[in-house]
Structures are given as C-alpha cells and as structure tokens.
C-alpha cells in the first residue's frame, strides 16, 4: 500500500489504513483499539462486535459512552464529561496515548469518537480507514474473545478543543458562512423524515451528504478530491484565510443527531478546512417546533 501522510497514530494524521494499524499493534507502543460500530434502527453494534471484532479492541458504545440523554440537545447530545472520562479508561486509554478507532467500513460512527477525543484535548487519535470490513478484507484476524485491558489514566484536562454551534450560532453560520447538511439528499430536501419530527433542513444549508467523502470502499477521498467537492459546495479552497476563529467559525457541519456530521467535520479537515460542529443538529433543530425549516433543493 502506498504511503500516505494522512495514515497515521502519531497525531499528526487523522487516519490510520489497515497495514500500518497492524504495525502499530505490534509495536513497542500500541495503541488502544476503540470498536464503536452502531446502525440506525439497530441491531445493536455490540452484536456486531460479538460475532467478530480486531483482536484486543474494546466496544464503545455510542448511546451511552458517547452521548447523554436525548431531549432539547438533540437525540445524541454531549455526554457527561465523568461518563465519556469512565468509558475511555475502561478501554484502556492512557492520558497522551495512541488510540485507533473504527466502525463498519465507511467511519461515519467512528468519527464521533474521533471529535470527541479531539474535542477533550486528546491529539493521538486515528480512524482505521475503510473500518473492520477492510481489516477483514485485508484477511488479518479477527477474535470473539473481548479484552480485559489495563485501565487507562485518560482525563480530560479541558472541553472544547474543537469548535461547536449552539442553534443560534447554526442559524447564523447557515446565512452568512458554510453550514453543511451531512444528511442524505432526500431528507435535506424534505422528501422523507424517518426519525425526527419535521421534514426539510435548516435555511441556508448547503446539501452535502457525508457519503459523498468517501469511495464504493468505505475509505476516504483524497484530500484533492475532498477539497474539489467542498469547492464544487461553494466552500473556499484549502488554505484559504476564512477569517473565522474557534469562537466565530465559518465553516460548519449538522446532520440529524450530530453523529455523521463529525464524518463531514474530519472529511474538511482532511480537506485543509476548519470546521466547527453542530452537536444537536436536526433533532434539536426540530426540537423547537417554531424553529424555520426549509425544503426542497436550494438552500431556502
């Protein structure tokens, strides 16, 4: 497999393909292995997990390892700072440590997992790009037996690392920056609702499904090919000054609970654009039924 500068576990690339993970895994510093795969509507990941996952990796959950309790925050807002904390030293996360995360195939569950550990100053994080089904399909092992790892020391020493939108901020970002729907194309516009109490999409958002970033693999665009999708979104070219700050960005992403949407944030990362979150996303949007929804194919 050709090198690439965006595989790695050393923080300074956000994923990690299937040959350097099983380097790394045997190595003098391996890295603590994170299984977070779920489905929509089930079945439940740990099903998942139990029926075959990497050798040594520990399932997180995302309904309570990485979310709280659904309401006015969306259907996956933010968990606790003490239960995300508990979830990662049960897995083994050492403070400062090196940590692979993976789901299905196409990382749009694990990339929760990687903005959250972003989020609470944890740099040493990777995605296994193109997820257990490329690890399987790579013919490496794959085990039934769930670790007993040695507790990690992680903690979280400051949140907000990564920026987020609160609704009025996403309102605002969505008139007068780059707020991208990470939700199919037929549910921005309105045509289906499957789980969340209107039809349509914020106004203003751009239309950007977060299967657009990756391949018929699973495994990400290039960082070319994912900056001439964001360009072809009206979205400025890499490295261009966007004026914006962590307090004020203007770039940002929202889907229907926040979980994909960090799929799009680490997909403009990989595109040379900072990205800001919208952790409650359409289910909070919506949560509010005076809350304006627009529909159809334009922005509205």
Avoid at 254 to 271: D, R
């Amino acid at each position: 497999m050709t090198s690439d500068p965006r595989h790695n576990v050393t923080g300074s690339g956000p994923l990690i393909d299937t040959a350097a993970l099983a380097a790394a895994l045997d190595s003098a510093e391996p890295p603590a292995l994170l299984d977070v795969r779920w489905t929509l509507g089930g079945p439940p990941g740990i099903e998942s997990y139990q029926a075959g996952h990497l050798p040594g990796a520990s399932f997180i959950d995302l309904d309570t390892d990485l979310a709280g309790p659904p309401g006015r925050g969306g259907r996956h807002p933010l968990p606790d700072v003490v239960v995300f904390e508990a979830a990662m030293r049960r897995a083994g996360v050492r403070d400062g440590g090196p940590v692979v995360v993976y789901d299905d195939g196409d990382s749009t569950i694990a990339a929760r997992l990687w903005w959250m550990l972003r989020f609470h100053g944890h740099d040493r994080v990777a995605v296994l790009d193109g997820g257990f089904r490329g690890w399987a399909a790579a013919g490496l092992p794959v085990s039934k037996t769930a670790p007993d790892p040695v507790p990690g020391d992680f903690r979280v020493v400051t949140a907000g690392a990564m920026p987020v939108l609160d609704d009025e901020a996403a309102a605002r970002l969505a008139r007068s920056g780059f707020l991208l729907d990470a939700r199919a194309a037929e549910r921005y516009r309105g045509e289906t609702e499957p789980i969340d109490a209107a039809a349509g999409h914020i106004p203003g958002a751009i239309c950007a499904p977060t299967r657009d970033n990756v391949g018929p693999d699973g495994r990400f665009l290039t960082a070319a090919e994912l900056a001439a999708r964001f360009a072809d979104l009206g979205l400025p070219g890499p490295g261009t000054d966007l004026a914006g700050s962590p307090a004020a960005p203007v770039v940002g992403a929202y889907c229907g609970s926040g979980v994909t949407a960090a799929h799009e944030v680490l997909a403009l990362h990989l595109a040379g654009l900072p990205a800001a979150l919208y952790v409650g996303s359409w289910s909070g949007w919506t949560f509010d039924p005076d809350r304006p929804v627009a529909t159809g194919p334009d922005r509205g």
